[in-house]
């Protein structure tokens, strides 16, 4: 019983690293095109007066294409530009085309493209020394959506030294305060309609469930536990996701949204 028990675990730990070896790879292709590209890219965007300063579904599409299609050839995926448009359009602009089945892979270099393109408008909206108002509508601005990106946040940190709480993007790594022990989604602060669900094989992250809105979003307390890429944390956590699912289902009226 217990050796089949270990067995399952050392195949469940295998496939996460071979998931990771991958997923490294194609972060390192991305850190390349970024180095070689990044300053060139980031001259020639341009981004709104106001929050979200640019929206993924405007990103220039022939500098996503570009990256995107670097990663397929990486993994000896061969499509056509044609193609790849058609996958943005139901993936990004949410156009509703019938029968179309997206492979899960052309997908996840879709989101590490996306991820990749939007860091450095991140970045570019940090450094713009000339115009602070645009520091100033981050810190002050109140919506749920990234001030940068508009994707919708999944992530907080609790920071050194005091715990002071972010809501870090998972798209851009724009990271924005926000007040402790509430729901980013709805701002409930009633603590007995928070639940906080952990497992001590992710020391240090918890997911935060919220009955008065029936979603959830993980938390990671970066005081104790050090993170250099967030997105693979996420990713290597999910079966807290599960978790936080079904504590949902059992806890939250069927009115409710749970997304
Ligand atoms: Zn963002
Ligand atoms: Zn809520």
Redesign the pocket.
Known sequence: MDLEKNLQITAEDNLIEEAYQKYKSLKKLVNEWQELNGASFTEKVELSDKP?YLLVRNFPLDTVLNLWQKLNLHTNIKISDAELIKIWGVAVINENLANTEIDQELLMHLQMTISGL?QLV?EKVNNEDSNNIRKALVNDYREIN??????I?AITALKPPNGNRVIH??????ERNYRRNSCIYCDNSDTKKLMYLNNEIYPGIEVVACKECGQFFKEIDARHLVVDDYTWEDIRTLPLNFAAELWLKENVSHSKKVH
């Not at 990234?146 to 994707?151: D, I, K, N, R, Y």
């Not at 993007?169 to 724009?174: D, E, I, P, Y």
């Open positions: 979200p939007a991140n990234c001030p940068v990106c508009g994707e946040p993007c998972l798209v851009c790594n724009n």
